[in-house]
């Protein structure tokens, strides 16, 4: 598969996993070097190797992207069996069309009662790295089940699969757990 085609598969195969995700933990590094994680809500968006946000131009966060643009995202979908980090870097960004077509009246009016326009209001890019995904079943049944198996059989790739993604390469490595 040409690189350029496998980056595409990779982000596309990243995109279904985190699809259906409401909140993802956005994770930075304060001035001390300690990890800060916080909430975020997802975006209609899709990811296209790109993950886009609404901040604050004056938040902690993007204080601390200033001194390192490092940032990790979680996405947890219980629902679905999904669980995936993304490794990437993050950018600020005041481009109004972006901010217009991220903007959500019923999350974002909350925080941002000035509207769209707010001048305080900024896009926030995360570009991503690397991804890492683990599956499980979706169900509880599901899960019993696998577990069953995977103790009845000494075999935990029954409990789901891990899954590594370069995002830059087009790599896809697979393992058990």
Known sequence: MHNEQAIQVAIAEVAALIDGTDVVMFTTRNGE?????????MRTIPFDGNAWFLTALDSRKVGELK???RVNLAYVNASKGTYVS??????VSVDRARIAALWSDSIDGLFFPAGKDDPHLAALCVEADTAEAWTSASTAVGRAFDFVKATLTGDSAALGSQKHFDLHTGLRTTSSR
């Not at 993304?86 to 950018?91: F, K, M, V």
Request: hydrophobic share 40%; charged share 35%.
């Open 33 to 41: 070097g300690r990890l800060v994680s916080r909430p975020l809500a």
């Open 67 to 69: 001194a390192d643009p």
């Open 86 to 91: 993304i490794d990437g870097r993050a950018r």
